[in-house]
């Protein structure tokens, strides 16, 4: 029996570019916590970043890939960035010429601006925000950086840190996080806060960011617009966001 439902949004619950989800798509989550099924919003955005949606009242949220973990009443885990770490990326983003974002559970704002990291922050219907604190922000706890790049500069990024992991979706831009969180090592730490088993878990993701989360719980369902490589380690796959993925799918196997 499926306890709790794990949901990344772009690309899964919305649109990509999208704000707002559709009718099926909201009456399916109103469905779902009506058989007292939770509902957690997984994402990559920050927690100030996260969407609401008219009508659906989240009981959890994943946020900056797992970084920061909270229900309504209480936060469950939070990892920030090594700071040796962060100080070392951002060394390494100025010296490649690169803007960076910063984001923890109270700002999220950068030293600059790329075509790129704008196209980035759209996605999510956010925009940048230069701040002539950054360095002094820069101090306190970050929960993810944010770059464009592409994949080949990768290492170069991440030269002389330890603890920190690149996660990615799109190949033009990434997000920076501990190499301890991640979407499937916040899910598993949502699960036994809950006490819930693998089995009573389900997760809908179509990106790369997703594909620990799918593997996490007992099933894993990648959308239609997915990569392959998404499908092929999900353990079942649903329709595109535009053919009303997750409706038909929790149709289709009576959660709903």
Not at 45 to 74: C, I, M
Not at 98 to 123: C, K, M, W
Not at 205 to 222: K, S, Y
């Amino acid at each position: 029996m499926i306890k709790i439902a794990f949901f990344d949004v772009d690309g899964t619950l919305l649109k990509l570019g999208s704000k707002v989800p559709s009718f099926q798509t909201v009456q399916t989550l109103q469905q779902l916590q009506a058989k007292g099924i939770l509902l957690c919003m997984a994402t990559g955005r920050g927690y100030l970043s996260v969407p609401h949606f008219e009508g659906v009242d989240f009981d959890l949220w994943l946020t900056f890939n797992g970084s920061y973990v909270r229900s309504k009443d209480a936060v469950i885990s939070k990892n920030p960035l090594d700071a040796d770490d962060k100080r070392r990326i951002l060394h390494n983003l100025k010296q490649m010429h690169r803007a960076a974002a910063i984001s923890n559970e109270h700002f999220i704002v950068t030293n600059g601006t790329d075509p790129d990291l704008e196209q980035y922050f759209s996605f999510g219907n956010e925009k940048l925000v230069i701040s002539e604190h950054f360095d002094k922000l820069c101090e306190e706890d970050i929960y993810q950086i944010m770059c464009s790049c592409s994949p080949s500069e990768y290492e170069r990024i991440l030269l002389g840190t330890h603890a920190t992991q690149i996660t990615a979706w799109w190949d033009k831009a990434v997000d920076i996080i501990p190499l301890s969180c991640g979407k499937g090592n916040a899910v598993r730490a949502v699960l036994a806060h809950y006490g819930f088993s693998k089995a009573e878990a389900i997760a809908f993701g179509d990106g790369r960011n997703d594909i620990e989360m799918l593997e996490a719980v007992g099933t894993g369902v990648a959308m239609g617009n997915a990569l392959d490589e998404v499908k092929a380690r999900a353990t079942d796959c649903c329709r595109s966001v535009d053919e009303e993925g997750i409706y038909h799918y929790c149709l289709e196997k009576h959660l709903i």
